[in-house]
């Protein structure tokens, strides 16, 4: 099976350095300079993965305004932003507008097709499974990929998705940081983004829109661990 990546950036060295690591590696790789091109290609075809900067090019569409328009449109597309944007504010604003990944420019691009190939095995990973969790408010059926607290449909991304499964799967048991990092990203996380605690609050967050119960416990020093109520 061939992999398709779709990458916007408003500059142009940047989208050849997408097809040039990409392509060679067997992906097909088209890039766009806005995010007007891309909702054009994507009413055509959905990407695997898509790799985006927050900071495109003016009078149109700005990255994290797309961002949210596309969750909203595609919301098991994965979506990381690749953006020179490195502030923690910037981080959370663009986790919190349905991103499931962000990486700072400049970036390795050993680094970036690692978090390529670990959002697609996530991805086909969560094809093959068949798992329904319901605690208290909270209902999750991974078959139609949806999240409901109190009969309200909850938008989540990927990422946020994924973690509330496993931390459902494990109820009442403490999941280290570490083993989360792992089974969520696939990889071992290093790094100041502080990602899994951003994670974390945005899920809380959403959580506590329709249910004034506390599901996730911060176990200081060690991880999370779901309250079976």
């Not at 449109?73 to 507008?97: C, H, M, P």
């Not at 999240?147 to 931390?167: A, S, Y």
Request: charged share 25%; hydrophobic share 40%.
């Amino acid at each position: 099976m061939k992999y398709s990546i779709y990458a916007v950036d408003n500059n142009e060295s940047m989208r050849d350095l997408y097809k040039y690591t990409f392509e060679p590696l067997g992906y097909e790789c088209r890039t766009f300079h806005s995010a007007e091109e891309l909702f054009v290609a994507l009413e055509k075809n959905l990407p695997n993965v898509l790799l985006m900067e927050v900071e495109l090019p003016k009078p149109g569409m700005d990255g994290i305004e797309a961002l949210k328009i596309l969750r909203e449109q595609y919301q098991t597309l994965s979506i990381i932003i690749v953006s020179s944007r490195g502030d923690e504010v910037s981080k959370v604003r663009g986790l919190d507008s349905g991103a499931d990944d962000y990486i700072v420019k400049p970036c390795g691009v050993l680094e970036l097709v690692a978090r390529v190939k670990v959002s697609i095995r996530k991805q086909n990973f969560a094809k093959e499974e068949s798992t329904v969790f319901e605690y208290g408010d909270i209902f999750l059926n991974n078959d139609e990929h949806i999240v409901t607290v109190n009969g309200n449909v909850v938008k989540m991304t990927l990422k946020e998705f994924n973690l509330l499964k496993l931390l459902m799967s494990k109820a009442g048991n403490v999941v280290p940081r570490e083993s989360i990092l792992n089974d969520v990203w696939g990889f071992e996380y290093y790094g100041k983004t502080r990602t899994l605690d951003m994670h974390v609050k945005s899920l809380r967050s959403k959580l506590s829109e329709f249910s004034n119960k506390e599901y996730i416990q911060t176990i200081r020093g060690v991880g999370y661990k779901f309250i079976n109520q």
